[in-house]
């Protein structure tokens, strides 16, 4: 159910998220809404699955190299600290 929701904000700040919410073709009020859920939703596996990405998750997208860590030397070290540092 979509229900009004009435918000004093610096003038100056709504107009640069207007401008925000308007580059990343959505609504301010779907910007809010989202941001309102980020804060009360539960982080369990579930929720996660199901929640929208946000501009921001898209921007980090592709910044870190898959190569940059060395999967099998990570599985190594967690093997060896595992069963044989007991």
């Known amino acids: ?6 918000l004093s904000l610096d003038k100056e700040i709504i107009e640069q998220a207007k401008m925000y919410a308007k580059k990343q073709k959505t609504s301010l009020s779907n910007m809010v809404e989202n941001y309102f859920y980020y804060l009360t939703a539960d ?10 990405k946000s501009p921001i998750t898209d921007k980090l ?9 060395d999967t099998d030397k990570f599985k190594e070290e967690y093997l060896v600290e595992k069963y044989l540092d007991v």
Not at 63 to 68: A, G, L, R, W
């Open 1 to 6: 159910m979509e229900t009004k929701l009435t």
């Open 61 to 69: 997208l592709g910044s870190v190299k898959i190569d940059m860590f």
């Open 43 to 52: 982080k369990t596996v579930k929720d996660v699955k199901n929640i929208e």
